[in-house]
């Protein structure tokens, strides 16, 4: 299960995946487009259903249980199995695992130092 604690830090780390995909020259304005839409289903996935998602930290590897009652696994090589991913195209399973990932690292790193900042 991901569950979304700090609401400010994750609109931090989607705001921040924004600007990179708007900085990224290299992708066409079709390719981009197709980045931002992934990037907000999967925002909008992992804050409704994280319940179905589970991030394994040791494996750097994220497990979606689908609407359509598929398990889709995205790991470190960033591979996934749906039908987007399989003819190329972004899917929002991969922008799901950026996102939960590096939001649960900064998770962890931000109440690791609370209690120092406490003190201050
Ligand atoms: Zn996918």
């Known amino acids: 299960m991901i569950e979304i604690k700090n609401e400010e830090l994750f609109g931090k780390i989607i705001a921040e995946e924004m ?7 290299v992708l066409t304005t079709w390719e981009m487009t197709r980045f931002v839409n992934a990037l907000a289903k999967a925002s909008l996935r992992i804050q409704t259903s994280g ?27 960033k591979t996934c199995q749906c039908k987007a991913a399989i003819n190329g195209t972004v899917c929002w399973h991969r922008a799901a695992k950026r996102l939960a990932s590096r939001y649960l690292l900064a998770e962890a790193v931000s109440e690791r130092r609370e209690p120092i900042l406490a003190t201050v």
């Open 19 to 25: 600007a990179s995909i708007n900085g990224n020259r």
């Open 51 to 77: 319940t179905f998602m589970d991030f394994d930290r040791d494996n750097d590897k994220l497990t979606i249980w689908s609407d359509s009652n598929l398990i889709y696994t995205v790991g470190a090589d």
